[in-house]
Nanobody, 123 residues
Framework: QARLVESGGGKVQPGESLKLSCAAA????????IGWFRRAPGKEREGVAC????????YYADSIKGRFSISRDNTKKTVYLQMNSLKPEDTAVYYC????????????????WGQGTQVTVSS
């Protein structure tokens, strides 16, 4: 069974950056679509970014476009989420998961969710 472990969360001030990591325990990250999601208090889980298995094409939510970037290092079996110019509204628990197909940011099309990492943006 695939397993993912997120890390890199923390508390930062508005305008600062964080880089989240999603490490695969026992599979190659370029064999699957991988997505990053977040859930803020009182809100539904939101698909933030995803990267295709087939060609590495990336997709982003409008709310973070231009500020966040998803990438992968196949040798390290890790997918990253670089988050720049963070805003208080980016505060959430961030998760990664394995997609059933390329090009989707819908949470119900993902499996093998990690445990999440907390990101807090506050002055």
């Amino acid at each position: 069974q695939a397993r993912l472990v997120e890390s890199g969360g923390g508390k930062v001030q508005p305008g600062e950056s964080l880089k989240l990591s999603c490490a695969a325990a026992d599979f190659a990250v370029d064999y699957h679509a991988i997505g990053w999601f977040r859930r803020a208090p009182g809100k539904e889980r939101e698909g933030v970014a995803c990267i295709n298995r087939s060609d590495g094409t990336t997709y982003y939510a409008d709310s973070i476009k231009g500020r966040f970037s998803i990438s992968r290092d196949n040798t390290k079996k890790t997918v990253y989420l670089q988050m720049n110019s963070l805003k208080p509204e980016d505060t959430a628990v961030y998760y990664c998961a394995v997609g059933r197909r390329d090009g989707s940011r819908k949470p119900d099309e993902y499996d093998y969710w990690g445990q999440g990492t907390q990101v807090t943006v506050s002055s």
